[in-house]
């Protein structure tokens, strides 16, 4: 079973939040709010999706690499596949 499916729940929630922060963005814009505090949730956002990418990413390495029982050239593409998501998500 992957682990995103083992830890639904926690995802869907964090996920969750970021919907609803992202939403909160949105209204403040609409409302001409002060800078800082569209700086303020930005800041928020951004720190709710390290966090969601982080748990994720943890979970894949565990799952895919921290395992004994797998062929060389299957990790040899599991580790690649990570390195170029984290690649793309730190551009």
């Known amino acids: 079973m992957p682990h995103t499916v083992k830890l639904k729940q926690p995802l869907l929630i964090r996920v ?3 919907k609803g922060q992202s939403e909160a963005l ?3 814009l609409l409302h001409d709010a002060d ?4 700086l303020q949730q930005i800041a928020a956002i951004r720190g709710a999706v390290n966090g969601l ?3 994720v990413l943890e979970g894949h390495i ?3 690499l921290g395992v004994d029982n ?3 050239e299957q990790r040899k593409n599991d580790l690649e596949q ?3 998501v984290v690649k793309r998500y730190l551009k």
């Open 70 to 72: 797998i062929a060389p």
């Open 53 to 55: 990418m982080s748990e």
């Open 16 to 18: 969750r939040k970021i």
């Open 35 to 38: 800078c800082s505090a569209i």
């Open 26 to 28: 949105e209204k403040a």
């Open 62 to 64: 565990r799952e895919h």
């Open 82 to 84: 990570v390195v170029s």
